[in-house]
């Protein structure tokens, strides 16, 4: 089956930590780009963090220095390590796969909520 399953969401203070997980199944994992994007209330969909096949990593300005995103191939699975969380983090996060079997093809989770409130 081909999915993606996000875990890792909770509630944290301002200042906190918290590590996201991603697991993916049915596709080659090692040769996928993967994402992580978010959705604040009444707001778009926005990138980030993205990290490639030979896990290079871009960032979204806001999170630089702050968030990590990191891959392993042996699990299939990518992580988006979060510290220095700020209320304006507060969103539902998902998880995105673009990959190719053979044709190019997208994948998203279902999201887990992050909310970052005293």
């Known amino acids: 089956q081909v999915q993606l399953v996000e875990s890792g969401g909770g509630l944290v203070q301002p200042g906190g930590s918290l590590r996201l997980s991603c697991a993916a199944s049915?596709?080659?994992?090692?040769?996928?780009?993967m994402s992580w994007y978010r959705q604040a209330p009444g707001k778009e969909r926005d990138l980030v963090a993205r990290?490639?096949?030979?896990?290079?990593?871009t960032y979204v300005d806001s999170v630089k220095g702050r968030f990590a995103i990191s891959r392993d191939n042996a699990k299939d699975t990518i992580y988006l390590q979060m510290n220095s969380l700020k209320p304006e983090d507060t969103a539902v996060y998902y998880c995105?796969?673009?990959?190719?079997?053979?044709?190019?093809?997208?994948?998203w989770g279902q999201g887990t909520q992050v909310t970052v409130s005293s």
């Open positions: 995105h796969a673009l990959y190719w079997s053979p044709f190019q093809n997208t994948l």
């Open positions: 049915g596709f080659t994992f090692s040769r996928a780009v």
């Open positions: 990290i490639g096949i030979v896990s290079d990593s």
